[in-house]
């Protein structure tokens, strides 16, 4: 990563800390996967049902739990695994081996100028927002950010990023409603490295008249940025909404296959009881995931954390709320 430029303060220990907290209870507010268990206790095969049958309503599907479930049941049979305490150890390692290998966070190349990001998925994922919170991110790092409003189907989407750019006086490069995406992009790459930023953050439409028109539309977004420099965009940076459970797999299948996906940003985690979508994201696609929302405003943001977030599946104990 480049040395950040301008001498701003990095995130302190204290609010870095305060986004994990806020992770881990957004998270554990679904029904515990861990059920009644009390430490030391018995295992036995209703104990198993009723964590198979957690963990599917935790939305980490129905094969995965299963595979989850014969996993440590194997564990048990070979005297590995003795009492709910090691099966609640053994739980957390599996989930951890999961999660652990996609905690990858984004690294923005400084051989790269600027290093493009294009933020893309469905209508309401939160694309526009991450955007807006990843630029104040950076820029709060010292990065000399543009913004490029790529989404010229919705009238408003504009105004939104506007907003945005806004906050954290930033330029940005628009085009009027209904105007050519590409042309956007163009410009805006052309503008950004004229300028000598940093990093160019690409918001993109999430709906058009079809999915496939939508998926032509980023095709060509990335074609016309690639006459300017034939390495962009550095990332494409899937935005899902947790809280879409097994849809957002979907999702994340369908934007992999159009446009190649490099990385991911989950949002919506403060609104859904069902992490556990989160880990079938990482076991079926691997995909590195880089950021996580859990809200609105800029400091609901951070960088995936794996810890964090499986102590909030598994509802840590002893760890207070704020
Ligand atoms: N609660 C919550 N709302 C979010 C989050 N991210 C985005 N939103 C909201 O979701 C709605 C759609 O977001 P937007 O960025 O416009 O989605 P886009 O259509 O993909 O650009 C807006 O009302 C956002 O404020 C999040 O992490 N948590
Ligand atoms: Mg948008």
Same mark, same amino acid.
């Given at each position: 990563m480049f040395p950040p430029r301008a001498n701003s303060p990095a995130p302190t220990t204290a609010s870095r800390s305060g986004f994990l907290g806020r992770l881990r209870h957004s998270i554990s507010r679904g029904a515990n996967w861990l059920g009644e268990w009390l430490p030391g206790g018995k295992i036995d095969e209703a104990l198993? !049902?009723? *964590?198979?049958? #957690? *963990?599917i309503q935790g939305d980490l599907g129905v094969e995965l739990a299963a595979e989850m479930v014969a996993g440590l049941r194997k564990r048990i049979d070979r005297k590995e695994v003795a009492d709910t305490t090691a099966l !609640? &150890?053994?739980? #957390? $390692? $599996? *989930?951890?081996? @999961? @999660?652990?290998?996609?905690?990858?966070?984004?690294?923005? /190349?400084? &051989?790269? %100028?600027?290093?493009?990001v294009m933020v893309v998925g469905i209508n309401g994922s939160g694309k526009t927002t991450t955007l807006g919170k990843l630029a104040a991110r950076l820029t709060g790092e010292g990065r000399r950010v543009m913004l490029a409003a790529c989404d010229t189907f919705r009238a408003a989407a504009v105004e939104q990023l506007a907003t945005w750019a806004g906050r954290s006086d930033l330029p940005l490069v628009s085009q009027g409603t209904g105007a050519d995406p590409a042309a956007v992009a163009h410009d805006a790459l052309a503008s950004a490295r004229a300028r000598d930023m940093d990093v160019l953050l690409v918001d993109t439409a999430g709906r058009l008249h079809t999915q496939s028109h939508l998926m032509d539309e980023l095709g060509k977004v990335v074609r016309v940025? %690639? +006459?300017? /420099?034939?390495? &962009?965009?550095?990332?494409? *940076?899937?935005?899902l909404d947790a809280s879409q459970g097994q849809n957002a797999l979907r999702q994340a299948e369908q934007f992999r296959g159009a446009v190649g996906?490099?990385?991911? &940003?989950?949002? +919506?985690? /403060?609104?859904? $009881? +069902?992490?556990g979508i989160v880990v079938a994201i990482a076991k079926r696609l691997g995909i590195p995931i880089r950021y996580v929302g859990i809200g609105e405003q800029p400091e609901d943001f951070g960088v995936f954390d794996a810890e964090a977030f499986v102590d909030g599946l598994l509802g840590q104990r002893g760890s207070t709320p704020p």
């Open positions: 198993l !049902e009723s *964590l198979e049958e #957690r *963990l !609640e &150890a053994a739980l #957390r $390692a $599996a *989930l951890l081996e @999961i @999660i652990q290998p996609v905690a990858v966070p984004l690294h923005c /190349d400084g &051989a790269h %100028r600027p290093f493009v940025m %690639r +006459k300017l /420099d034939p390495t &962009a965009p550095h990332e494409v *940076l899937l935005v996906v490099t990385g991911l &940003a989950l949002t +919506k985690l /403060d609104g859904t $009881a +069902k992490g």
